[in-house]
């Protein structure tokens, strides 16, 4: 399946686009949330973020916008989902908000350069 601009991203229902593990380094983990995973797919216009409950707490998508939401465990417990939520094209000026609320909201530092632009 080819995405909004023709590239070949992966299945989007059915199955998941090809996606790449990105490490954190251990100061970026000391210093903020310890428990969670960071993906990128492999054709660089999402990013996942997910929690040590499995659940996805952070997606950025330069189609679809963002959405940062409590852990499903809060949810779970009676929390509400959305912290803050888009549902717009979005591009790196969003990043920036994206990357400012998972650290915000969850201790999550993203690295700027996860995605890239051009």
């Keep these: ?20 593990n990105v490490p954190q380094s251990e ?38 916008g963002i959405d940062v939401h409590r852990t499903g465990s809060e949810q779970m417990a009676g929390e509400r989902e959305c912290l803050f ?10 990043w920036d908000q994206f990357r400012e609320a998972m650290l915000h909201h969850h201790g999550v530092a993203l690295a700027n350069d996860l995605l890239s632009w051009g």
Aim: with cysteine.
């Design 1 to 20: 399946m080819k995405d909004q601009e023709g590239i070949g991203c992966g299945e989007v229902l059915g199955g998941p686009a090809e996606m790449m």
């Design 27 to 64: 100061e970026t983990l000391a210093d903020h949330h310890p428990a969670f995973d960071v993906q990128v797919s492999g054709c660089n216009r999402t990013v996942w973020v997910n929690a040590a409950d499995g659940s996805c707490i952070g997606r950025f998508s330069k189609v679809f």
């Design 85 to 94: 939520c888009t549902h717009t094209k979005a591009g790196p000026t969003e």
